[in-house]
């Protein structure tokens, strides 16, 4: 059986606000187990408890009930903190520091020597696309160059667990990559990764196992391929030079026209697909592609939010 690396048994917070001291559920008692070198998404609707759950994790809030542990130790060990990297999703820095500066300190905070902070640096900057801004205040970076620097401080420690709370916010689809490529090659070197995300398609393509959390209570917990399924939907056909004769003779409708000229067909399934395509071929047209269309992680989410939602409003009648 694999370590676990994170492990909480009916964790629980309840935020108290205002005069009246109202009361509000964050987190209702979390179940959860992580495992060592896996990508574990967490994902929900805003306001549904994953900045709670990773906040409550990596001791930056106390929980209301409830236990956890992280790398075997109860939650806000101080020694644990050393072999962890940490990315929230509105990160504040101290711009007047360059991003050598800003890396050094926080190497510093985890007992790194100069030395080891100076090669870890060395490597990280080129890592994240950053070694042109070495020198450069973070006053002066963007939000996509934040979020890169904010990366290889993370990084920094050579930390067993990684947590990444939306690390794609204000990344461009190269800044994307570079984040998924990191990611993936983390889980290569055995690290831990947690990821938050609202950008579904990236989870899907990295994660080997997802939590769905909604109203502060997890719902599901299940490998990616669980999720979406292997079944295809539909399959979509795009052709070059088909004809108005051809398409009525395909029988699958105009379909979709590209500034091209080219036509993206719909199809129920394989085997129409591969009818249409010989049918085409005959006829004429040039095949440009055949992409089978199989259930998201972002149609299934959209689809157990609308389910939880509607059983939420019933309840309630």
Same mark, same amino acid.
């Given at each position: 059986?694999?370590?676990?690396?994170?492990?909480? !048994?009916?964790? @629980?917070? #309840?935020?108290?606000?205002?005069?009246?001291r109202h009361k509000f559920v964050g987190l209702h008692g979390l179940d959860l187990e992580i495992f060592r070198g896996e990508i574990f &998404?967490?994902?929900? +609707?805003?306001?549904?408890?994953?900045?709670?759950?990773i906040k409550l994790l990596m001791g930056l809030n106390f929980p209301s009930g409830g236990e956890g542990e992280v790398l075997g130790k109860p939650i806000g060990d101080n020694a644990v903190r050393r072999h962890l990297g940490y990315l929230p999703e509105?990160?504040?820095?101290?711009?007047?520091?360059?991003?050598?500066?800003?890396?050094?300190f926080y190497g510093s905070l985890h007992g790194m020597t100069?030395?080891? @902070?100076?090669?870890?640096?060395?490597?990280?900057? +080129?890592? #994240?696309?950053?070694?042109?801004? @070495?020198? #450069?205040?973070?006053? !002066?970076?963007? !939000?996509?160059?934040?979020?890169?620097?904010?990366?290889a401080q993370a990084l920094i420690n050579d930390p067993q667990l990684v947590v990444f709370d939306e690390p794609s916010s204000g990344?461009? +689809?190269? &800044?994307?990559m570079l984040i998924?490529?990191?990611?993936?090659?983390? @889980?290569?070197?055995?690290?831990t990764v947690m990821l938050s995300s609202h950008i579904l398609s990236d989870v899907e393509s990295i994660c080997d196992r997802v939590g769905i959390i909604a109203g502060g209570k997890l719902q599901r917990v299940a490998a990616v391929s669980e999720l979406v399924g292997a079944d295809v939907e539909s399959v979509e056909i795009t052709l070059e030079g088909a004809t108005e004769a051809l398409l009525a003779e395909l029988g699958a409708g105009d379909g979709h026209l590209h500034a091209s000229g080219r036509r993206t067909l719909t199809v129920p399934d394989e085997d129409s697909a591969q009818h249409? #395509?010989?049918k085409?071929?005959?006829?004429?047209? !040039?095949?440009?592609s055949v992409v089978p269309r199989r259930e998201s992680l972002e149609s299934m989410f959209v689809d157990e939010m609308t389910a939880i939602d509607k059983s939420s409003r019933e309840a309630k009648r």
């Amino acid at each position: 059986m694999p370590d676990v690396v994170i492990r909480t !048994k009916g964790l @629980r917070k #309840v935020y108290v606000s205002g005069f009246l001291r109202h009361k509000f559920v964050g987190l209702h008692g979390l179940d959860l187990e992580i495992f060592r070198g896996e990508i574990f &998404g967490y994902i929900g +609707p805003n306001g549904s408890g994953k900045t709670t759950t990773i906040k409550l994790l990596m001791g930056l809030n106390f929980p209301s009930g409830g236990e956890g542990e992280v790398l075997g130790k109860p939650i806000g060990d101080n020694a644990v903190r050393r072999h962890l990297g940490y990315l929230p999703e509105r990160p504040y820095f101290y711009d007047y520091l360059t991003a050598y500066e800003f890396l050094h300190f926080y190497g510093s905070l985890h007992g790194m020597t100069k030395g080891e @902070r100076n090669r870890k640096i060395d490597e990280l900057l +080129p890592l #994240v696309h950053m070694e042109r801004a @070495r020198d #450069v205040q973070l006053r !002066k970076f963007s !939000k996509g160059m934040l979020q890169r620097v904010g990366l290889a401080q993370a990084l920094i420690n050579d930390p067993q667990l990684v947590v990444f709370d939306e690390p794609s916010s204000g990344l461009d +689809p190269m &800044g994307r990559m570079l984040i998924r490529d990191t990611i993936l090659r983390l @889980r290569d070197q055995g690290t831990t990764v947690m990821l938050s995300s609202h950008i579904l398609s990236d989870v899907e393509s990295i994660c080997d196992r997802v939590g769905i959390i909604a109203g502060g209570k997890l719902q599901r917990v299940a490998a990616v391929s669980e999720l979406v399924g292997a079944d295809v939907e539909s399959v979509e056909i795009t052709l070059e030079g088909a004809t108005e004769a051809l398409l009525a003779e395909l029988g699958a409708g105009d379909g979709h026209l590209h500034a091209s000229g080219r036509r993206t067909l719909t199809v129920p399934d394989e085997d129409s697909a591969q009818h249409l #395509v010989r049918k085409a071929l005959d006829g004429g047209a !040039k095949l440009v592609s055949v992409v089978p269309r199989r259930e998201s992680l972002e149609s299934m989410f959209v689809d157990e939010m609308t389910a939880i939602d509607k059983s939420s409003r019933e309840a309630k009648r």
